[in-house]
Nanobody, 121 residues
Framework: QVQLVESGGGLVQPGGSLRLSCAASGSIFSWNAMGWYRQAPGKQRELVAVITRGGNTNYADSVKGRFTISRDNAKNTVYLQMNSLKPEDTAVYYC???????????????WGQGTQVTVSS
């Protein structure tokens, strides 16, 4: 089983910055990609950014140029540096891990519990 532990959310003023972290642990056989999704009240969950183990990245258009995703393969950890935050970035941010646990060795999606990011003055 794979567990994800997120940290770094909070309240920040518009134009401010936050850094989210997500560490994967447990019986990991392999991981293919890690990323962040977010869900605002009344809206569907949406992709924010994703990074493959090889370092390829993909971002939502709304965060390009403001957010940067990075990873530490040795620590099975992904980071999301969020700059120039806007009120519309307010949401619960969920870490996603796409990989395989040793029990099944079959890649699947795992989700963190979510961390609240609130951008408000």
């Amino acid at each position: 089983q794979v567990q994800l532990v997120e940290s770094g959310g909070g309240l920040v003023q518009p134009g401010g910055s936050l850094r989210l972290s997500c560490a994967a642990s447990g019986s990991i056989f392999s991981w293919n990609a890690m990323g962040w999704y977010r869900q605002a009240p009344g809206k569907q969950r949406e992709l924010v950014a994703v990074i493959t183990r090889g370092g390829n990245t993909n971002y939502a258009d709304s965060v390009k140029g403001r957010f940067t995703i990075s990873r530490d393969n040795a620590k099975n950890t992904v980071y999301l540096q969020m700059n120039s935050l806007k009120p519309e970035d307010t949401a619960v941010y969920y870490c996603n891990f796409y990989g395989a646990g040793r029990a099944t060795m079959i890649p699947e999606n795992y989700w963190g519990q979510g961390t609240q990011v609130t951008v408000s003055s």
